[in-house]
């Protein structure tokens, strides 16, 4: 008995293969998707670099962002810790695009010794409603600048390190038995014009006040020179600094903290050229959309397609169909002098020298003018192969043939001597 054959199984049917179409959508849907992506991680490590740099600070001196022994951080967060809220501006395009100070704002300067004529000018006319004017550590040419009635003076005399003076003043923030940290260096305001009370001149050592106070004269700001080395990180806690300079600068609700920069302009057309911060990083951004948007959409170029042209012409019938046009006119003059200027044209290029083969062609028929180009291309070639000088003449420069027959040798004639200068068989 004959066992049943086993079934045979049925393989699945093959998979068809995805078209090649959904593929490339695929791929051109990804590519832009890729593109942001990267274009994320690059503003995050660009805010994330930028957070990390102003959070090491800077080493400025008198700067409220320097944490190191001479800045003034610590005198800034002290303010900030009482509620008033500190805005730092660096540099005069800065201070354009930041909402003027009024009669509720302390203006602070540091870095004065950058300022110039035209950029203090701008400053003052910036900040002219504002309810307070501190200058950190001034020196007298910033201060003749502005025009202030506030003098730098200096004691002819010595304080040494760690001493102090008491304030043997009353004036708006500082009493009388205010001590701060002593230097020589120091300034002397006077009266000028009306005020509505007299100038202040406290912490005297000998006629240099720590700080001077030329108060409100009907029209503009309190002006006050400070002697900046009770502000620093380093003499902050020391006697009654840190008090006297929050009294200072913090008697108002909001202090602009402004720091100019070396490179400030203050012309009037940089002042209405400045455009708002956020143009620059939006143009960046619409670029990326750009060409997010053009890889998306953009329809990829197939493969060239190759057509049948009319007709197919090879190069060497151009020049058998001149040949039968010169034969045909039968000027074997002419066609002698066209093939000599081509023939002197392959051999100043093969030896450097100077020959202009358009103008010889446009020579042709013309009467005949000596050429120097063509006698030095003479002389390359008697030289080079050793023939007679009046032989090479004759034929580069010399006569030329007639007819048929002398066509013929004479073309004969510059291609061996071509292959001589060549050196080839």
Request: glycine fraction near 8%; hydrophobic fraction near 45%.
């Amino acid at each position: 008995m004959t066992a049943p054959a086993p079934a045979q199984e049925s393989s699945p049917p093959p998979v068809p293969a995805a078209p090649r179409t959904r593929r490339r959508i695929g791929l051109w849907v990804g590519i832009p998707v890729i593109v942001l992506l990267l274009v994320a991680v690059i503003a995050v490590v660009v805010l994330v670099g930028g957070t990390a740099a102003r959070d090491k600070g800077n080493q400025y001196l008198l700067d409220p962002q320097n944490y190191g022994a001479t800045g003034t951080s610590v005198l800034a967060s002290i303010i900030d810790d009482h509620g008033v809220q500190v805005t730092i501006v660096r540099g005069l395009a800065d201070l354009r695009v930041t909402p003027k100070p009024d009669a509720h704002t302390t203006v602070v300067v540091s870095n004065t010794a950058v300022l110039r004529p035209d950029t203090a000018a701008a400053f003052a006319d910036r900040v002219r409603e504002a309810d307070r004017i501190v200058l950190l550590s001034p020196s007298s040419g910033t201060l003749s600048l502005l025009d202030w009635p506030i003098d730098g003076d200096r004691d002819p005399g010595i304080v040494p390190p760690g001493d102090s003076v008491a304030a043997g003043c009353t004036a708006a923030g500082i009493d009388p038995g205010d001590v701060v940290t002593a230097r020589s260096y120091g300034y002397r305001a006077f009266d000028a014009g009306p005020p509505a009370a007299g100038a202040h001149n406290c912490f005297r050592v000998g006629d240099a006040a720590q700080v001077a106070i030329a108060p409100d004269s009907l029209v503009g700001p309190d002006l006050v020179a400070l002697n900046a080395s009770m502000t620093t990180n380093e003499q902050i806690e020391s006697f009654d600094n840190a008090g006297v300079s929050v009294r200072l600068l913090a008697n108002t609700d909001r202090i602009l903290w402004y720091i100019p920069q070396a490179d400030d302009v203050a012309s009037a057309s940089e002042e209405q050229s400045i455009l708002p911060r956020f143009i620059g990083p939006a143009f960046l951004l619409a670029f990326f959309v750009v060409v997010a948007l053009a890889l998306w959409r953009g329809r990829r170029f197939g493969p060239v397609a190759t057509e049948p042209l009319p007709a197919v012409v090879r190069a060497i019938e151009t020049t058998r169909s001149r040949g039968r046009l010169y034969r045909r006119a039968a000027d074997a003059s002419r066609t002698a002098a066209i093939l000599r200027v081509h023939t002197l044209d392959r051999l100043s290029g093969y030896l450097g020298l100077p020959y202009d083969p358009g103008r010889a062609i446009d020579a042709i028929g013309a009467v005949p003018v000596d050429d120097p180009a063509v006698t030095t291309i003479c002389d390359a070639v008697t030289t080079i192969t050793g023939r007679d000088l009046g032989q090479v003449s004759a034929l580069l420069a010399g006569p030329l043939p007639a007819d048929d027959a002398g066509l013929l040798t004479f073309t004969t004639e510059l291609t061996t001597l071509e292959k001589e200068v060549r050196r080839t068989p």
